[in-house]
């Protein structure tokens, strides 16, 4: 919420409470324990972030939601990731890929989406524990399954994923070529960007990049 950009978290979190309170639906109450989560995020705080997923999760669970508790466990893994709890992450990405892939209600064109983002998601996990290997095998076959699909977003995930790499590498300027292909709305994907023109020896611009990832 606009508070929360203000640095007033409780304050956001209070007018969160009243709105899920006033929730008719568990759709609107899943959007508030999500923006509450947000909150926590943006805070840095964690473990009260991950709360809030469990509670979501916990309302897609009784609707017998699969997608709804894929998309949670996803979440919860990337709130993990964050928070550093490398192995929590992997467990969270690979359930959310089973919940998916065994539900008699989830298209076969979703659960082929769900496979990609997996791949994005596992790559992530090898980049965090130094395993380039395991990450460059990932993006091996993301970048086969996403130009096959023709999914643009999933094309840009396996372009981050690639300069990633070569900045664990220190190779700066396949780095820059990579991640300038990526999702540019995502200020994360700056920051990289912002660590390969150091790396380069252009401080101008990563201080430049690096500024406005922060704005966001």
């Not at 759709?27 to 509670?55: H, I, P």
């Not at 709804?68 to 919860?76: L, N, P, Q, R, T």
């Amino acid at each position: 919420t606009c508070l929360d950009l203000e640095g007033k978290h409780a304050e956001a979190r209070a007018e969160l409470d009243a709105m899920i309170a006033r929730a008719t639906d568990d759709g609107q109450r899943r959007a508030g324990l999500f923006a509450k989560t947000v909150s926590y995020a943006y805070e840095g705080n964690w473990t009260a972030a991950q709360k809030e997923m469990q509670k979501q999760y916990a309302i897609a669970q009784k609707n017998h939601d699969a997608l709804g508790m894929s998309g949670d466990e996803i979440a919860m893994g990337t709130l993990a990731l964050a928070a550093g709890d490398v192995d929590t992450a992997a467990n969270h990405y690979a359930k959310a890929l089973q919940l998916a892939q065994s539900s008699p209600t989830v298209s076969a064109a979703v659960k082929e989406n769900q496979e990609r983002f997996a791949m994005y998601n596992r790559a992530r996990v090898a980049l965090a524990k130094g395993d380039l290997a395991a990450a460059k095998k990932e993006l091996d076959q993301l970048t086969v399954a996403a130009d096959k699909a023709g999914n643009p977003f999933q094309i840009r995930f396996a372009h981050e994923i690639g300069g990633r790499i070569y900045l664990a590498e220190k190779r700066w300027n396949d780095a820059i070529n990579e991640l300038s292909m990526a999702n540019q709305l995502n200020p994360q994907v700056r920051r990289y960007l912002a660590e390969a023109y150091t790396g380069k020896g252009d401080p101008a611009k990563a201080k430049e990049l690096a500024a406005d990832a922060k704005n966001d």
